[in-house]
């Protein structure tokens, strides 16, 4: 029984004062009338006093994901916190109702409704996906202003509809914060919610949800769309999108661009008089930038506020102010960013701040620099320079291991919707001068370019394309390339890049890779694409078993001397072939070897160099075991090992029944490279493993074999 809200259509003040309009709330804000292309239901407005519409909420970008996972009857709402006072016409919600994986045409339950106004939203509702108990909040929809169960017949990917309320029961909403939502009327099949997977605080999302902690409801930094049809009759403050620079390296002026709006009440009073920016270099005294309008107009135009260089290590926060013609003012959030400082000859690590990145052997053993895309922001022209050979100072190789991040390797947008070139500009000029650049990305195509791969399908990059012309990418498919709960891939023993990995490495099969799920909801998705296409000159080093290419190195890029290592998955979430995933708990087990070795042969591809004083926990979390100097021998062989600090070091020689019939290193080691050599005289012919552990724990096994 659905216990979530009640339905309850309220009496209520329909407004008649000549001095309000129309427009589209999102949850913290109006927006202005708009050029885009009106939905069909938005030309239902009560009272269209000025161009209204439905679009979808934009700021932070183009929502392009859609939550799965969900029961019957849970429920999803976002609340909206309205900037002057309104009344309350409609709502509208967005949804996956049919597509290639989910073609159903099932209906939707949508509301817009009142909710207490004493409840503090910002924190009253722990994050589902924190782990935490569901609110103590346990009634949040009051009074249902209008609900609709709309059955939908036509097939689409994106729908949207609109649950409008009836023109003799408009409330007058004042300033309350208000919520539109759904309900859940089947099981985890379509229609499915419309999200922006990786929303910001403050998180206006609600779900009541029976799962994780018990039922009950929660925030979700998972931003559900939403937007709501209002009516204002005082006068709202300006709206603004302001830049929220990344990290860099430069020490010059910064510009940061503000999208700023108005939409008066009444409407010749629109426009914005000033934008200005106040900042502050390491928590020091406020300074005061004026911004100048660049393009567009008063209503709704882009201002730049240009703030002073700092020095490497400086801390600048900011954030700006527009002003109306009414002395309406709205103050942005703040913005930080640090100007960081490159390593000489250390390579440039980007990566994902949760996702992608299992092994930490590229921390722990090589000289990087590690750029953290969710709290850094992507690479400027700054980082990229710096380990380009010839210009920087740097190591000329750039790991970058994410899951959709790369688009900002086609272009940026820093907030203010004022698009610049992306980093493929400066990836150019890197692997002309023949740098290294290892890119692994299991949604590079969305990416790379979402206008053809917003299905996550199968398209052609076209031939002026950088990733055409300098990765080699010639044809794509973005997700649901392989499938199984888990996967395998096949390689060459004898490749001179990635041999040793099939060669029986950790507890992996001698000729295989075995990876996590792809198709794991609520853990570690591992999404693969495949390449269907690639230039002629490129190598596949890594195939599925299914014969989709998935991993491929190229070299003598655009011409030149730089090299590249493409991924379509996350190529270190190497399970444990002796301990099979298990698709009902979702419990896996990892090869700590093979993953970490997955990483050491392509660092060793790009020559990064080690990272002797790297700090690494006191139990040694990686080491790097080399393959014997001879794997098949009758007298005696020499194992490398290299340690990050010093380590108490055992190298036992163990039968293939897992017996130990020699110690052949035993004691405490320096840090750096050792040997152990095993004098095998007397031993019997046969099959044997030269396993190394540090501080009690195995840390490598190599296979040699004994002849007489």
């Known amino acids: 029984m ?69 029961n019957l009857v849970d429920t999803f709402l976002v609340w909206f916190n309205p900037p002057a006072k309104c009344s309350l016409l409609a709502g509208v919600v967005g949804y996956v109702q049919a597509s290639g994986w ?10 817009i409704a009142s ?9 009253d509702f722990p994050e589902y996906h924190g782990g935490g108990a569901p609110s103590t909040h346990t009634s949040v929809v009051q009074s249902v202003y209008a609900e609709t169960v709309d059955s939908i017949t036509a097939e689409g990917y994106w729908e949207f509809d609109t649950v409008w309320i009836p023109t003799a029961n408009i409330p007058d909403n004042e300033t309350d914060i208000f919520a539109v939502g759904w309900v859940k009327t089947l099981g985890d099949s379509a229609p499915n919610p419309y999200i922006f997977a990786n929303g910001n605080p403050t998180y206006h999302t609600l779900m009541h949800r029976d799962v994780g902690n018990g039922p009950g409801w929660y925030s979700s930094y998972h931003f559900i769309w939403a937007e709501a049809y209002v009516r204002y009759y005082e006068n709202p403050p300006p709206e603004q999108d302001i830049d929220a620079l990344p990290n860099s390296y430069t020490t010059e002026p910064r510009d940061v661009y503000v999208h700023a709006t108005d939409f008066g009440v009444p409407l010749d009073s629109t426009g914005v008089a000033s934008v200005i920016l106040e900042y502050t270099v ?21 201002w730049v506020c240009t703030i002073p260089g700092v020095n490497a290590g400086d801390t600048v926060t900011y954030y700006t102010i527009a002003t109306d013609y009414q002395g309406k003012a709205d103050t942005s959030d703040p913005a930080t960013y640090i100007i960081k400082a490159g390593t000489p000859n250390h390579a440039l690590y980007v990566k994902h701040a949760w996702y992608m990145n299992y092994s930490d052997v590229i921390d722990n053993l090589y000289a990087v620099d590690d750029w953290d895309i969710r709290s850094d922001g992507p690479p400027d022209s700054s980082v990229i320079a710096f380990y380009t050979p010839t210009v920087g100072s740097g190591y000329p190789a750039i790991i970058w291991q994410g899951w959709g991040d790369a688009g900002a390797l086609s272009y940026r947008t820093f907030g203010s919707d004022v698009v610049f070139p992306g980093d493929s500009a400066y990836l150019k000029s890197f692997l002309d001068a023949g740098g290294g650049f290892w890119f692994a990305d299991q949604d590079m195509g969305y990416a790379l370019l979402p206008d053809s791969f917003g299905d996550y399908g199968t398209h052609n990059f076209p031939t002026t394309h950088w990733a055409y012309v300098y990765l080699g990418l010639h044809t794509y498919t973005d ?19 990635v041999g040793p990995l099939f060669d029986g490495v950790g507890n992996q099969n001698t000729g295989f890779l075995t990876f996590a799920p792809f198709a794991l909801f609520g853990g570690g998705y591992n999404w693969p694409g495949g390449f269907d296409a690639l230039d002629a000159s490129a190598t596949v080093d890594m195939m599925h078993i299914s014969g ?39 419990e896996m087990t990892y090869d700590d070897i093979a993953a970490d070795s997955v990483n050491i042969v392509y660092m060793n591809y790009f020559g990064v160099p080690l990272g002797v004083g790297n700090d690494v926990s006191a139990d040694i979390q990686v080491v790097r075991v080399e393959k014997p100097t001879r794997t098949v021998f009758s007298d005696m062989t020499t194992l490398r090992y290299y340690l990050p600090k010093e380590a108490y070091v055992t ?58």
């Open 548 to 586: 989709v290419n998935m991993s491929y190195r190229l070299e003598n890029v655009h011409g030149g001397t730089g090299k590249v290592v493409v991924q379509s998955f996350a190529s270190d979430w190497v399970l444990d072939p002796t301990q099979p995933f298990d698709p009902d708990s979702g």
């Open 115 to 123: 909710v207490p106004q004493d409840y503090d939203y910002e924190n």
């Open 282 to 302: 390491n928590s020091g005294g406020t300074n005061t930038v004026s911004g100048s309008i660049v393009t567009g107009d008063s209503a709704d135009g882009y």
């Open 651 to 708: 190298v036992n020689v163990v039968d293939i029944s897992g017996r130990t019939v020699k110690v052949i290193e035993k004691g405490t080691r320096k840090a750096g490279w050792n040997s152990a050599i095993w004098n095998a005289k007397g031993t019997p012919a046969g099959t044997y493993f030269l396993s190394v552990s540090v501080n009690g724990e195995v840390k490598g096994n190599r296979k040699v074999v004994v002849v007489r």
């Open 2 to 70: 659905r216990k979530v809200f009640l339905v309850l259509v309220l009496a209520s003040l329909v407004l008649a004062a000549a001095n309000y309009g129309d427009a589209v709330l999102l949850p913290e804000r109006v927006s202005p009338p708009n050029p885009f292309a009106l939905p069909a239901k938005a030309l239902l407005s009560p009272k269209a006093t000025v161009d209204s519409w439905l679009g979808p909420y934009t700021g932070g970008g183009e929502p392009n994901f859609y939550l799965v996972g969900i």
């Open 102 to 111: 989910y073609p159903y045409k099932l209906p939707i339950n949508i509301f």
């Open 479 to 497: 997700d649901g390339a392989v499938e199984g709960d888990s996967f395998s891939v096949y390689g060459d023993p004898t490749d001179p890049v």
